[in-house]
């Protein structure tokens, strides 16, 4: 079964780093695209960053220079090292993955429970 499980949220003060992990589960996941979103109240879902099988990347400009998503495909894991972080980054933040390939019944496409992270002094 596909799960994806994320870690690592909290409260930091502006300036400061946080990473996040997501843990999955199923699948193939070396070849599946993975990616982070967030969500602020009163805010759509915004794409952050994401990372493909060939380790590609893409960042929303919002985070460009400051965030690093990266994967460790023995692992199972994908990861998000946010710094400099800004009260602006305040969010709930979901880590999601698109699959491959999938058997029958199975998403191409699941989401975790969400971390929130809080930048505030």
């Known amino acids: 079964q596909v799960q994806l499980v994320e870690s690592g949220g909290g409260l930091v003060r502006p300036g400061g780093s946080l990473r996040l992990s997501c843990a999955a589960s199923?699948?193939?996941?070396?070849?599946?695209?993975m990616g982070w979103y967030r969500q602020a109240p009163g805010k759509q879902r915004e794409l952050v960053a994401r990372?493909?099988?060939?380790?590609?990347?893409f960042y929303a400009d919002s985070v460009k220079g400051r965030f690093t998503i990266s994967r460790d495909n023995a692992k199972n894991t994908v990861y998000l090292q946010m710094d400099s972080l800004r009260p602006e980054d305040t969010a709930v933040y979901y880590c999601?993955?698109?699959?491959?390939?999938?058997?029958?019944?199975?998403?191409?496409?699941?989401w975790g429970q969400g971390t929130q992270v809080t930048v505030s002094s």
């Open positions: 199923g699948g193939i996941f070396s070849i599946d695209t």
């Open positions: 990372i493909t099988s060939d380790s590609s990347t």
């Open positions: 999601n993955r698109q699959r491959l390939v999938a058997r029958r019944g199975e998403p191409f496409e699941s």
